[in-house]
């Protein structure tokens, strides 16, 4: 059967689904028994240029896999006895995996920063991206650990923390003394046949394939319009996401995972999908709650065990799922942010599809899609939120507001330079991995309230701002809410005298 057979019967479903949620454009693969059916949907850049099986995308957090399975070869490797799953990774790091805690320094293994169980949160804002003065890399994002907070007991909860899987690729890169993207494709992507994957944008420049590159887009509700997102290029992230492929390479993997074969052991197999922890979705009647294993999230929808992984980035969502059961698979590459609802509905379609799951025991995906819609536009963090007992009348800023401005420095979160510009404080942190500006709105005595707006995605959020005066009345430190796992405890940065300043952005 060739592609446009097996998908013929899907071809209007999809081409609908796509344009009601505004996504440009698709590569959806499926694997089914002994087949593969791959095909393109859409536009991958504009004005005309059509989606194929060829076109390369953003496989985001999709990444994440491929680190634990690199990972499983070093497991299996008895040139790296050292290697377990329960080694403390403090143990094959020692200089450079040290955290705030000693305790947990020495107890967090491989599996638990594989399986998002080591009580770090996500601190992707204290990541320097490509256009800081001093840029990260997996090294200094692994060495910056020990300046973050922790926030949660060890193992006792899921906290989704891409970080650690830049330190997977620092570890392997250290161990093997090997460049993860020649790591990846000697030992994994050439035996899988997978010759239209490359690890970082400087793998692309070099294969010549960036003309291959779908464009990220995105979505303007008021302006009713389609927007262009540049390319994210974010090493120091390298793990967490940064492969880009195709959906029938992709495939190749998910085949892979669906017989057990190799290049990975069939213990190696057994590992990978082995539940570590709870992510904490709620049941219904059709599902289980979702467990996470390593780089792999595990569920059973209707008796049968699911497992994939979604991904998400500037410009692009995608996701993988198989079923092990049905020796059925199907992977979707989107250039659009606001992907997640149209994804959500055609993979379980054609799971439904595959179970013979009659219409009215259906999830209805275009129902759950608005009501998100709703609740995320009624859950805008405003000022008020921010600060329900806003006195009145409000109390005046100590200073004049001016005054607050200056160079602000954490040892994990580098320097924020609070500037007076056009009658408001405001940081420019375009120098970060998620590039962002911060403008401060004044709410009582030192309290504020901060706007964060990505630049390139389009969002905006609030968060509490506060800042600090010593005895001598002048400003001496800014806390900022910048880690919701944390239950309000701020980040707090340290004035930098004018005499003392310096950039601790690699700290």
Not at 99 to 110: K, M, P, W
Not at 245 to 273: N, Q, W
Not at 337 to 354: F, H
Not at 448 to 469: C, H, P, S, T, Y
Request: hydrophobic content about 40%; some cysteine; glycine content about 6%.
């Amino acid at each position: 059967m060739d592609d446009d057979q097996y998908f013929s019967k899907y071809d209007a479903f999809l081409l609908e689904t796509l344009e009601q949620h505004h996504v440009p454009g698709a590569s959806i693969a499926i694997v089914d028994g002994d087949s593969t059916w791959v095909k393109g949907y859409g536009i991958a850049r504009y004005p005309d240029v059509k989606v194929t099986s060829g076109t390369l995308f953003n496989a985001a957090s999709m990444t994440k896999a491929f680190v634990a399975a690199s990972v499983s070869l070093l497991v299996d490797d008895l040139s790296f006895p050292d290697v377990q799953w329960t080694t403390p990774v403090s143990k094959l790091l020692p200089d450079d995996f040290v955290l705030s805690d000693a305790r947990y320094t020495e107890a967090v293994t491989i599996e638990d920063i594989l399986s998002h169980r080591s009580g770090l949160p996500d601190h992707d804002d204290a990541c320097m991206g490509i256009d800081a003065k001093t840029p990260d890399t997996v090294e200094s994002v692994t060495r910056k650990l020990r300046h973050l907070p922790l926030s949660a007991p060890l193992r006792s909860k899921f906290q989704y923390c891409n970080m650690m899987f830049a330190v997977g690729v620092h570890l392997i890169e250290k161990l093997t003394c090997t460049r993860m993207v020649d790591w990846l494709r000697n030992r994994i992507w050439t035996p899988l046949k997978m010759n239209s994957t490359y690890f970082l944008m400087d793998d692309i420049i070099e294969h010549k394939v960036i003309d291959q590159l779908a464009k990220g887009y995105g979505w303007d509700k008021e302006e009713e319009t389609i927007f262009e997102i540049p390319w994210p290029v974010q090493p120091e992230g390298a793990g967490a996401g940064e492969i880009n492929s195709t959906a029938a390479d992709y495939a190749s993997f998910l085949r892979c995972m669906i017989d057990k074969s190799a290049p990975f052991s069939a213990a190696g197999h057994e590992e990978l999908v082995k539940p570590r922890t709870i992510m904490g979705t709620e049941p219904n009647p059709s599902w289980s709650p979702t467990l996470y294993a390593l780089g792999w999230n595990i569920e059973t929808y209707h008796g049968e065990k699911i497992i994939g992984h979604s991904g998400g980035t500037s410009g692009f969502e995608c996701q993988m799922m198989f079923l092990p059961g049905k020796k059925w698979g199907v992977v979707i590459f989107t250039n659009s942010i606001d992907a997640s609802p149209a994804i959500e509905k055609i993979c379980w379609t054609l799971i439904d599809d595959l179970l013979k799951i009659p219409r009215e025991r259906r999830f209805d995906w275009d129902e759950e899609a608005a009501k998100n819609s709703r609740e995320y536009e009624e859950g805008d963090m405003t000022t008020e939120k921010l600060y329900p007992k806003i006195p009145e009348p409000r109390f005046p800023a100590t200073l004049p507001l001016e005054a607050y401005a200056g160079e602000y420095a954490d040892e994990g979160y580098g320097t924020l330079k609070v500037e007076w510009k056009n009658q408001k404080l405001f940081i420019d942190c375009m120098d970060r991995t998620w590039r962002h500006v911060m403008t401060f709105e004044h709410v009582s005595g030192e309290f504020f309230a901060l706007e964060k707006r990505d630049v390139d995605q389009r969002w905006k959020d609030k968060l509490r701002a506060e800042f600090r005066l010593n005895a001598e009345g002048t400003v001496s430190q800014l806390g900022v809410d910048l880690v919701s796992e944390l239950d309000g405890a701020m980040i707090w940065f340290q004035r930098i005298v004018s005499d003392e300043k310096k950039d601790v952005s690699a700290a």
